[in-house]
């Protein structure tokens, strides 16, 4: 990733460097991805603060959960927590249904346009993110 918008994207002062720069520095960089809070950038932060923040996502064991093969869907818990973790790897909406006794709760991080439909659903956009306790 490209660090600015400035010659040779922000990697160096010299007059040449040896390796090309792609077309879209200008545009796609580290400080256009800070200024967007609606960025990859800003979400990847989001993620990593909750996951340090987060007992069951840092330290917890993992469990997928089979059932539905448009979405990649585990659990992460601790003996006090669980943590469902939903991805939808498909171009169009999906409709998952939490298996088992589990009730998905207050999404801690989700995508816009993801959340909770019913009791036992949560509605995935295309390439959607849910992440939320379950209850």
Do not use: I
Not at 17 to 37: F, G, I, S
Not at 102 to 108: A, I
Request: glycine content about 8%; hydrophobic content about 35%.
């Amino acid at each position: 990733m490209q660090w600015d918008a400035s010659g040779d994207a922000g990697f160096s002062t010299a007059a040449h460097t040896w390796l090309p720069m792609e077309e879209d520095y200008r545009t796609v960089n580290v400080a256009t991805e800070e200024a967007d809070p609606s960025s990859l950038w800003h979400w990847y932060q989001s993620l990593l603060g909750l996951r340090s923040s987060d007992a069951a996502l840092r330290d917890g064991d993992t469990q997928v959960l089979a059932g539905n093969d448009e979405v990649l869907a585990y659990l992460r818990s601790t003996p006090k927590e669980h943590v469902l973790v939903l991805c939808n790897f498909t171009s169009h909406d999906v409709d998952y249904v939490v298996p088992g006794t589990g009730v998905p709760g207050t999404p801690l991080l989700a995508t816009p346009d993801a959340k909770n439909t019913t009791q036992k659903t949560v509605h995935l956009p295309s390439f959607g993110v849910w992440v939320g306790q379950l209850r």
